[in-house]
């Protein structure tokens, strides 16, 4: 039978860092939930509280494990975004590097980076593969829900398994993400918002989103029609379930006065010439028809907005294909163009020289840019790094 489940008591104050955590009588798969590494967002934390309720009595046949994991313990109590530094932006490597090293004074946030990291690596050493981590968002805008991911193959094929719209490209625009990090050990790894902060709807859809996940992994044995119950709850979006890619961010510079007007909400396409926003007084207008993604509606936090469009079917076969082709091999043979490590997971480009490259021609092999500075680039893939293997067997290929 199961091993008991643990569970917390049901208000925001009393979280603990593991919510709560089975053991399946049959080897599995290891799924990871997280849920409030953002303060304000509890909604994930909740849904984790409602389904391992709902597992207390033991029934039912699970395989592997399945975690609970609760994030910003500090900032959760207040309803806070953040305490010191926002959490989910500060999973650098030279910052995991630190952890190891004594230091007089951390962040709030950095002590819990580290109960976090030291958790993680406590699952990935004990509990078996294949593992998925998933966390749990909401938005300060009106939403559906939808995926958010960075680019691999790996997460595509898990994802198009749901029924929602997915975000591409993160990583390009907000660094330093959890997932990020783990996606670099080569996981599944990818975030699900689901819905408003203060909606109760998105309580509801994480749950769903919980137990299809559960599912579909094949941690906990489900017919055929279940599945198909579960997937209809979460396909209720009026946005279409394909892959969408980040082009533009509104970054609020420090000390920046801005305002998103009201009335805008996820995947909205807007006209041109529509004002959207007010920064230091000055109106924000677009150029072109726009559609808009993330609209800031909270007073922390410095991505103002997105823009994004729909990645087209055959880009999205080119990509696959010349990926498992391993064409980025001849990359480094080009001007302007080598490898930024000796394990062939990023590139240095010298802007200079290379201009003629387009980042979509980066971003079909798998390489998202992260500028140095106004000449250089480096690309980051995490292809060379996938486990891809560990999931061939997995139910849902």
């Known amino acids: ?129 294949p593992f998925y981590f998933i966390d749990l968002h909401t938005t300060s805008g009106e939403t559906e829900p939808f995926i958010v991911m960075n680019d691999s193959l790996l997460n595509r094929r898990f994802t198009r398994n749901f029924p929602l719209p997915s975000i591409l490209g993160i990583e390009e625009y907000l660094t330093g993400a959890l997932l990020s990090y783990i996606n670099d050990l080569g996981y599944v790894a990818f975030g699900f918002e689901s819905g408003q902060h203060e909606d109760i709807k998105a309580i509801v859809n994480a749950e769903n989103f919980i137990w299809y996940t559960l599912g579909l992994t094949g941690y906990c044995s489900m017919r055929k029609q279940e599945l198909k119950t579960l997937r209809m709850k979460l396909n209720k979006s009026r946005t279409p379930k394909r892959f969408f890619e980040i082009y533009y961010q509104y970054l609020i510079k420090e000390g920046e006065e801005f305002e998103m007007l ?9 006209p041109k010439g529509t004002t959207i926003s007010i920064a230091q007084g000055t109106s924000i207008t677009t150029e072109k028809s726009r559609q808009l993604f993330m609209p800031l509606y909270q007073d922390k936090g410095y991505e103002g907005f997105y823009f994004i469009r729909s990645i087209p079917y055959f880009f999205l076969w080119l990509s696959k294909y010349l990926r498992k082709l391993r064409f980025d091999d001849f990359l480094a043979l080009l001007p302007g163009v080598k490898w930024a490590s000796a394990k062939k997971d990023a590139l240095y480009v010298d802007k200079r020289i290379a201009r003629f490259f387009a980042k979509s021609f980066f971003h079909l092999l798998g390489y998202r840019t992260r500028e140095m500075d106004k000449t250089h680039l480096v690309l980051k893939n995490r292809e060379r790094n996938s486990k891809a293997t560990d999931y061939q067997k997995a139910p849902w290929q």
């Not at 500090?74 to 952890?99: G, K, Q, T, V, Y």
């Not at 009201?262 to 807007?270: E, K, R």
């Open 262 to 270: 009201p009335g805008f909400i996820n995947f909205q396409t807007v």
């Open 1 to 129: 039978m199961p091993q008991p489940v643990t569970t917390i008591n049901g208000t925001s104050k009393e979280v603990h860092r593991i919510i709560g955590h089975i053991k399946g009588e049959a080897p599995g798969p290891t799924v990871v939930f997280f849920g409030g590494i953002h303060g304000n967002e509890p909604a994930g934390v909740k849904a984790l509280q409602n389904v391992f309720s709902q597992m207390e009595d033991g029934s039912g046949h699970f395989s592997g494990e399945f975690f609970g994991i609760a994030g910003n313990l500090s900032a959760l109590p207040i309803d806070a975004r953040f305490i010191d530094e926002d959490l989910n932006r500060i999973w650098f490597p030279h910052r995991m590097e630190s952890l190891s090293s004594p230091k007089p004074s951390r962040s709030i946030e950095e002590k819990e980076m580290l109960s976090l990291h030291t958790l993680i690596n406590q699952i990935l050493e004990t509990a078996s593969p």
